[in-house]
């Protein structure tokens, strides 16, 4: 990228003119508000550029889908790694909104630009299947909670989730009953997690006094009761009997 010169929306017509005109389109700037457009017969091709990729450029463009469905949104290649995740999620959005992008370099030999995303139709059932296992841990995840204690939008706040609730509720048991092994307190319904929970012990919360056996360290002790209300919660829900 030029480290010398600002870059503006006006550098970046050359090379997307000429890249078009070598496929064989008659292209031409600034028509009926469109910054490139580009005919081929009778295809259409519409190009907006920007020297940075905002909300307005993409709604911009997304009018333009009006018009045809090549749209493609132009911006200087951007210095910061395309592999990131900042940039992977502009590329779903991108990808989502059908349009394509390009990137154009600035270089001592000259302008280059590469059509990074083509203007495709989005398959959004494809996309939903491939994070199928995403959304179902977003259902495990509420269904394992036992009530609302997050506040949505809350930042740099330590969060409820339902293998913490489920450390709580060994912790009120253990409190209550004394020394259990995991076979015993899964009884009391706390679950299948109940070995791994004592056994990774992420919180430092048990102790095992024998074989197998577990009971609340002097941490838990000290920690557990810092959730009143889904102390509560657990107190006053009775265990599952025994089978």
Same mark, same amino acid.
């Given at each position: ?15 997307i ?31 907006? /550029? ?21 749209v ?82 809350s ?29 015993? /307190? ?32 002097e ?7 810092s ?11 009775e ?5």
């Amino acid at each position: 990228m030029k480290s010398d010169k600002k870059i503006y929306e006006v550098d970046l017509y050359k090379p997307i003119q000429q890249y078009f005109t070598n496929k064989g389109y008659e292209v031409h700037g600034e028509v009926k508000h469109c910054d490139v457009a580009a005919v081929k017969g009778e295809e259409l091709v519409i190009v907006e /550029l920007k020297r940075n990729l905002t909300v307005e450029l993409l709604v911009q463009a997304a009018k333009r889908q009006r018009l045809t469905d090549l749209v493609y949104i132009a911006i200087p290649k951007p210095k910061y790694s395309l592999y990131s995740r900042k940039w992977q999620d502009i590329c779903h959005l991108i990808r989502r909104l059908e349009l394509g992008l390009i990137l154009v370099s600035f270089q001592k030999s000259g302008a280059k630009m590469e059509i990074s995303i083509p203007p495709t139709p989005f398959d959004r059932l494809k996309n939903m299947k491939r994070n199928k296992k995403k959304s179902n841990a977003i259902i495990k995840e509420i269904n394992g909670r036992n009530g609302d204690y997050n506040i949505g939008g809350s930042n740099k706040t330590k969060i409820m989730t339902a293998y913490k609730e489920n450390c709580i509720q060994i912790a009120c048991f253990l409190e209550r009953f004394g020394p259990l092994s995991p076979k015993a /307190l899964k009884e009391k319904g706390t679950g299948e997690r109940t070995q791994s929970i004592l056994s990774k012990n992420y919180y430092g919360w048990f102790d095992k006094v024998q074989r197998g056996v577990y009971t609340l360290s002097e941490k838990g002790k000290n920690e557990f009761l810092s959730f009143p209300q889904i102390v509560k919660y657990f107190n006053e829900k009775e265990p599952k009997p025994p089978n």
